[in-house]
């Protein structure tokens, strides 16, 4: 009698990294979404003049990441301030008002079998 054992090993971590991978796009899309929202929001941001920044905006998927930013320049000074302009945030919020949605999206892409 011979036993024969196969292993699932590899189909389930092509899974698992596909899933992820899956994932961080749609994080990437959520936080990019919020981020729009939050610099079109008149709410202590300077008024929107021409809508260069909101739609620079965008999210990139890399190996099992996402970076979500924009290639304005002007970009960093509002998140951050400088010396003569206080910081109108719109990026780190979005990640923040999304936190308990990503958590979500993460932990059901997941089964424990």
Known sequence: ????IKSYRKEREKEIIDNLQSAMGRVGAIVERQAKENVSQATGHPRVQTGRLRSSITHE???????????????????????????Y?????????KRSEIIQLLKGKFTII
Not at 1 to 4: D, E, L
Not at 89 to 97: I, Q, S
């Open 61 to 87: 998927v890399g190996d099992l990441s996402t970076t979500i930013g924009t290639n304005v320049d002007y970009g960093k000074f509002l998140e951050h301030g400088t010396s003569r302009m206080p910081p």
């Open 89 to 97: 945030p719109w990026l780190y919020p979005a990640v923040e008002m």
């Open 1 to 4: 009698m011979s036993v024969t």
